[in-house]
């Protein structure tokens, strides 16, 4: 009795092949959530009408180069802007000592001629809400994403 062994030869090529592409594809994976989870920051400040001017909106990044911790990769998404963190998470009133030139104020420390009353501000949690909308179809584009890598590499249905 004779076994035709070509089509286990070729299954065992096309695992060592992808097998060695992993890391790559791994990495490919862990940055486009990065880019979705951004994209979603930049959408909530869009519906919500955040801020007028579009920098906040504009200045959401992630990172280019996953990190392995363990068995898991991880990705920076982030907003750098000085005021980002008081738009995400909110702020107490407070008084802020100054005055009004034209149409502006300037903040002027121990101004004799006053200043102004900022009130309470609620936080938007916008990054947290993108990584959560993030989160919730991250398992649908990762299975598509696996499934296109396993058919690219022969190991398909």
């Not at 097998?19 to 979603?40: H, L, S, T, W």
């Not at 004799?112 to 990584?131: C, E, N, Q, S």
Request: proline share 2%.
């Amino acid at each position: 009795m004779s076994v035709d062994r070509k089509d286990m030869v070729a299954f065992q090529a096309a695992i060592e092949a992808a097998r060695n592409d992993v890391p790559e594809f791994m990495d490919k994976c862990a940055i486009g959530e990065g880019v979705y989870a951004r994209d979603q920051a930049r959408k909530i400040c869009t519906d919500d009408k955040i801020v007028n001017n579009g920098d906040y909106r504009r200045n959401f990044k992630s990172g280019s180069k996953a990190l392995r911790a363990g068995q898991s990769y991880k990705i920076d998404v982030y907003n750098n802007l000085d005021y980002a963190k008081h738009l995400e998470y909110g702020f107490r009133g407070h008084f802020v000592p100054g005055h009004w030139e034209g149409k502006s104020f300037v903040y002027q420390r121990n101004d004799p001629a006053g200043g102004m009353y900022v009130k309470f501000h609620r936080g938007h949690f916008t990054l947290r809400r993108a990584i959560k909308r993030t989160k919730d179809s991250q398992e649908a584009r990762l299975r598509y994403k696996q499934e296109q890598f396993f058919n690219d590499h022969g190991l398909g249905k």
